[in-house]
C-alpha cells in the first residue's frame, strides 16, 4: 500500500503521510520485486490453510487471504502485460502444472499442498478480473477455459473439495469473459459431485447467468 501512495500521490500529500506515518524517505521499494517475494513467501507459508466458511464452504484462512489482496492490490498498478508475464504465466500456471503432474505420478514427496493450489486459483481469478478491466476479453477467456477444463475432469481425477470450490470460485471471478461456457463448465460439475455445494457458488452462479442473459440483448 505504501509503494502504490509513494508512486501515486502528490508531492504535499506525501510530505504528510511521510510525517505522520513515520516512513523512511529513503527506503528501496519495487513492485516487481515485492509480488515476486509475496508469491515465495505464499509458496511455502504454512498459514496457507483451508478452514471452513458457512458462505464458501472450504474456503482459505485469513492468511492466505492477505497474500491475496497484496498480490492483487501491486499487479492492479503493474497493470495486466506485466502481471500475466511475470505471474500467471511464470508462477501460478508452473505451480498448478507441478501440481496436476504430482498427482497423475502418486507422488507425494514435495508436491505443491493442496491449499497452495486452491490459493493460486483464487489469485488467478483475482488477477484475471485486471485482465478484463484493462480490456484483454481473449487473454482472459483463454485463462478461464483451462480452468473450466480443470473443473470438469474434477471427480474423475478425485481433485479434494477445497481445490475444487477454488477453482469454481475462480470461474465465478472471471464470468465475464466467457459467461456461457464458464455457467455450462459450473453445470456440468455441479452433475457430478456429491457434496453439498455451498451458498457462494449458487450466488456467484446466478451472477454469471445473469452476464448470459445481458450478452441477448
Not at 505464499?42 to 483451508?50: I, L
Request: with cysteine.
Amino acid at each position: 500500500m505504501q509503494l502504490i501512495i509513494r508512486q501515486n500521490a502528490n508531492d504535499s500529500v506525501l510530505a504528510c503521510l511521510n510525517a505522520y506515518l513515520s516512513w523512511e524517505q529513503g527506503s528501496s521499494l519495487d513492485a516487481g520485486n515485492m509480488v515476486s517475494n509475496l508469491l515465495s513467501e505464499m509458496q511455502s507459508c504454512p498459514k496457507v490453510e483451508f478452514q471452513l466458511n458457512y458462505k464458501y464452504g472450504e474456503d482459505l484462512s485469513e492468511d492466505a487471504w492477505q497474500y491475496i489482496f497484496a498480490i492483487d492490490l501491486l499487479c492492479s498498478h503493474l497493470k495486466w502485460d506485466w502481471t500475466h508475464d511475470n505471474v500467471i504465466s511464470k508462477v501460478l500456471w508452473p505451480s498448478m502444472d507441478k501440481w496436476i503432474k504430482k498427482r497423475k505420478d502418486h507422488e507425494t514427496a514435495q508436491s505443491v499442498p493442496d491449499s497452495i493450489v486452491a490459493l493460486t486459483l483464487r489469485l488467478i481469478g483475482r488477477l484475471g478480473q485486471i485482465g478484463l478491466k484493462e480490456g484483454y476479453l481473449s487473454a482472459v477467456k483463454n485463462i478461464s477455459s483451462v480452468i473450466g477444463l480443470f473443473v470438469q475432469h474434477a471427480k474423475e481425477e478425485d481433485v479434494p473439495w477445497g481445490v475444487q470450490l477454488a477453482a469454481i470460485y475462480s470461474l465465478c471471478d472471471l464470468g465475464s469473459s466467457n459467461p456461457v461456457g464458464i455457467v455450462g463448465a459450473i453445470h456440468a460439475w455441479r452433475a457430478t459431485v456429491l457434496n453439498s455445494v455451498p451458498f457462494a457458488v449458487t450466488s456467484g452462479l446466478a451472477e454469471v447467468n445473469s452476464l448470459c442473459k445481458m450478452d441477448l440483448h
